[in-house]
Every structure is written in structure tokens, then in C-alpha cells.
């Protein structure tokens, strides 16, 4: 195996887990979710995954998953300790894999090393290893421990679109949007340029280089004509995914211009064929669904990989997933701007008849950015 190293660049805020941890573990747990967010926006379909070696008080291995085929974090961890990996204790964001993929089992090499003692945040809900890798560290005679509390529930936020597609087989979607403070998207004549700020466009870009691919509606392609790519920053540009009804769009438009330098995915729920030459002439694909709407869409491109799915969309496709509840996760940067009536509205979905039916943003957080203020919260309908 190549020499490969992993270092946290920025330590987490401690957080406060089971009062049967340590304060030492909650330092190195905490290390080790900090290098699992190094490989954010590369691993899928794998999830993220950061490890820690300690022996004696000190740190003698790190490591981190850094895509398909790269180490596990587990074993970079391993070969950076050595022969120091015996009797050490590993801290480690999801449970070590025990089945062999384009990398042998991590438990197997784990409990090889010698590894006395391991602290796991979460279970891995791929059927391939739910539970056998902890197994087999036990039967390797290895002190191994889920750590359940706010270890676990940070885990299952660092990995969110890795175990919905486990649990169901859909993505994971954001739904990203810019709105004024009285909650338009865009002027009355449909300009939306630039309700915020430019560190607000580019903390999106940035957004879109950790994700798999960035979806919006035909109707934002005539409208805005956006590329859809990483500009305003660095990174790699996301799969783009233009939802259609037929598979139409202006031939001069930017996503199609560029569809064989940047993968481009047209859904129709019918095309002709003249659609789809002119689709593939242009170096896009076009996927059609038929009846199967949203979710046999959003089955299909889980199935491609595309686990994690950020909705720049305008808001009849925005409101479309929100009321069929695919929306799992809200980012809004509200501007200190006031539009007026008549304005297109942030989303086009039928309101619901009490407040006690709203949907509901959970595990807010708020934060100022310019002049804009980024909301962001797990989105959950009352009653739901």
C-alpha cells in the first residue's frame, strides 16, 4: 500500500457526549470526525470515515477515506502507527468494513495490529457489514464499544446521504436557495441577480464541490442560463441534473455547451427522438422516467451513485419535492431585501391549512455571512 497521510486541519469544538467517556476520548473522537470531513465531497458512494490511534496518551496513527479505492481510514491509520498500532485504543467516526471490496476487511487488519480497545461512533447500515465488523474485533479479542449519545448523532449528520440511500434507496437533498426577507427568490420580472452577497455565492460554490450533482428545473435552465459549476472557489464540479417534461431546452444553453466537459443528466418523463439526438449530439444524457415521477427519479440517480443531491431549482421544482417530502435539509441565504407582492414566492406548494401542519427546520443553526444570514436545518413536517 502507498504511504498515505492524514492530518485534521482545524480541531472541533469539544462536545459532550456519554458522561462513560473520557475527557481524553472526546478529543480524539473529535479529531478523528475532523478527518472525516477531508474527504468530503469525494467518497461517495462511500461515506466518510476518519480513524485515530492512540497508545500511551499519544496519537500514532491518523487516517481518512479519501475516495473508491483509496485506503480505509483504519488502515491508513495502521500504517502510519506500525508496529505502535499494538495495544493501542482506536477512535474511529463508523464501524470498521469486514467484508473485502477494493480494499481488504479493516477489522480483520485491525485485530491483526494487535488493536486493544476501539471507540465506534455508529454502526455502518451496509448490509455488507451492519454489525460483523464489531463482531469481528470481539472475537479478535478487542475491547470494542459503539459510543452511541451525541457521537452517534453526529455521525448519522456527517453521513446523512450514505445511510438514507441505505435505508431506502433514495438521496439525500438540499434545497439551496437565495430569498429576500419577505421570501421572493426573485424580482416580478424574474431577475435574481444578485439577491446575495458574493461570500453567500461563494460559500454555494463551494457547497457544490462537496456534493454529487446540483439539480434544478428547465425552467431556471431559460430563465438564468446558469453553468452550474465550481467557479468561485476550488473543487470539482458536481454531476448537473436539468429536470424536464420533455427533455427540451434552449440549444444555446450553458449546461448543454459544456455536457461533454462537465457530466450532464437531462430528466424527461418522455422525449422524442429528435430530443434525444440533440441531447446526445451535445454530450448529454437523457434519462426518462416515464411515470415513475420524483422518486423513480431521484431511485435512478441514487442507483448511479449520486447519493448527495443539492436543488438549486426555482420554486415549482422546489415546491414539487417539498410536498412530496423529498426535501431532507434546507440552506437559505436571506438578504436584507424587501421585493414586494407579485414576486415569484420561495416555493410553489399548496399551504397548509394550519400552522400546526407546517413543515419545521430542525437542528438550526444561524449564521451570518456579508450582509446575508445562512439558515440551515433538517427539514420535518409537523405531525410527521
Known amino acids: 500500500m502507498r504511504e498515505a497521510r492524514c492530518d485534521a486541519s482545524a480541531s472541533s469544538a469539544l462536545e459532550h457526549g456519554s458522561g462513560a467517556f473520557l475527557l481524553d476520548d472526546e478529543r480524539y473522537m473529535n479529531e478523528a470526525f475532523a478527518l472525516a470531513e477531508r474527504g468530503r465531497g ?72 494487535g488493536i486493544a480497545q476501539a471507540f465506534i ?13 464489531l463482531q469481528r474485533l470481539v472475537a479478535g479479542g478487542v475491547d470494542a464499544r459503539l459510543a452511541g449519545g451525541e457521537w452517534a448523532r453526529r455521525a448519522h449528520r456527517q453521513n446523512a446521504p450514505f445511510l438514507k440511500f441505505h435505508a431506502g434507496g433514495l438521496p439525500h437533498v438540499t434545497y439551496k436557495a437565495a430569498v429576500t426577507l419577505d421570501g421572493k427568490v426573485a424580482a416580478a420580472g424574474g431577475d435574481a441577480r444578485w439577491i446575495s452577497c458574493l461570500d453567500s455565492r461563494r460559500a454555494v460554490h463551494q ?13 431556471t435552465v431559460r430563465r438564468d442560463d446558469p453553468e452550474l459549476t465550481v467557479r468561485l472557489g476550488e473543487g470539482r464540479d458536481p454531476v448537473r441534473v436539468i429536470v424536464t417534461r420533455a427533455g427540451v431546452l434552449p440549444p444555446q444553453a450553458k449546461v448543454l455547451a459544456t455536457a461533454r466537459e462537465v457530466r450532464t443528466i437531462v430528466v424527461a418523463e418522455r422525449a422524442d427522438a429528435a430530443v434525444r439526438r440533440l441531447l446526445e449530439a451535445r454530450g448529454a444524457e ?43 435539509r434546507m440552506l437559505l441565504f436571506v438578504a436584507p431585501l424587501v421585493i414586494g407582492r407579485g414576486a415569484p414566492d420561495l416555493f410553489a406548494a399548496p399551504a397548509v391549512s394550519t400552522v400546526a401542519g407546517a413543515w419545521r427546520l430542525h437542528d438550526v443553526e444561524w449564521r451570518p455571512v456579508c450582509d446575508d444570514l445562512l439558515v440551515s436545518g433538517r427539514l420535518v413536517k409537523d405531525g410527521d
Open 42 to 113: 469525494r467518497t461517495h458512494p462511500n461515506p466518510l470515515v476518519g480513524a485515530v490511534l492512540v497508545r500511551d496518551g499519544e496519537v500514532v496513527g491518523r487516517g481518512c477515506h479519501l475516495g473508491p479505492g483509496e485506503p480505509h481510514a483504519e488502515a491508513m491509520a495502521l500504517a502510519e502507527a506500525g508496529l505502535l498500532a499494538a495495544g493501542a485504543t482506536l477512535y474511529c467516526t463508523l464501524e470498521p468494513c469486514s467484508h473485502q471490496g477494493l480494499t481488504p476487511p479493516c477489522a480483520d487488519a485491525l485485530v491483526a495490529a
Open 121 to 133: 461512533a455508529l454502526e455502518d447500515p451496509n448490509p455488507l457489514v451492519f454489525g460483523s465488523g
Open 207 to 219: 457547497l457544490r464541490s462537496e456534493v454529487d450533482a446540483v439539480m434544478v428545473g428547465a425552467g
Open 286 to 328: 437523457l434519462l426518462e422516467i416515464g411515470d415513475a415521477g420524483l422518486e423513480g427519479m431521484l431511485r435512478e440517480l441514487a442507483s448511479q451513485g449520486l447519493l448527495d443531491i443539492l436543488c438549486e431549482g426555482g420554486p415549482t421544482l422546489a415546491g414539487e419535492l417539498l410536498a412530496q417530502g423529498f426535501v431532507d
